[in-house]
């Protein structure tokens, strides 16, 4: 059974990055063919799909957040994070870290691939 917990600061400041990390147990992080999520979830809004790494180490972003967004993985370690920079208070929102089985942004849903989720940690960005 592959689980995934998400870990962080739930309270972040203005203009600071964001970090958090994804760690997964029963499963590793390079097998073929998963790629590894961020979702997050802002409060009264739907699901947002913020980019992926994938078996290899091949990342993917979301076009409106990818000048922003970094995400990088630690093998030894089974991690995989996520780096937010210069976030304001729209940047509040439940942070999901996923596993989907192909690559898709479609997160939710009958044809969605993702599979396995973290419980998801709330970040806030005030100061």
């Known amino acids: 059974q592959v689980q995934l917990q998400e870990s962080g600061p739930g309270l972040v400041k203005p203009s600071q990055t964001l970090s958090l990390t994804c760690t997964v147990s029963?499963?590793?992080?390079?097998?073929?063919?998963?790629?590894w999520s961020w979702i997050r979830r802002p409060p009264g809004k739907g699901l947002e799909w913020m980019g992926a790494i994938d078996y290899s180490g091949s990342t993917y972003y979301s076009p409106p957040l990818k000048r922003r967004t970094s995400i990088s993985r630690d093998t030894s370690k089974n991690q995989f994070t996520l780096q937010l920079s210069s976030v304001t208070p729209e940047d509040t929102a439940v942070y999901y870290c996923?596993?989907?089985?192909?690559?898709?942004?479609?997160?939710?849903?009958?044809?969605?691939?993702?599979?396995?989720w973290g419980q998801g940690t709330q970040v806030t960005v005030s100061s």
């Open positions: 996923a596993r989907a089985r192909y690559f898709s942004t479609v997160v939710s849903g009958p044809t969605s691939p993702y599979d396995y």
């Open positions: 029963g499963g590793s992080i390079t097998t073929t063919p998963y790629y």
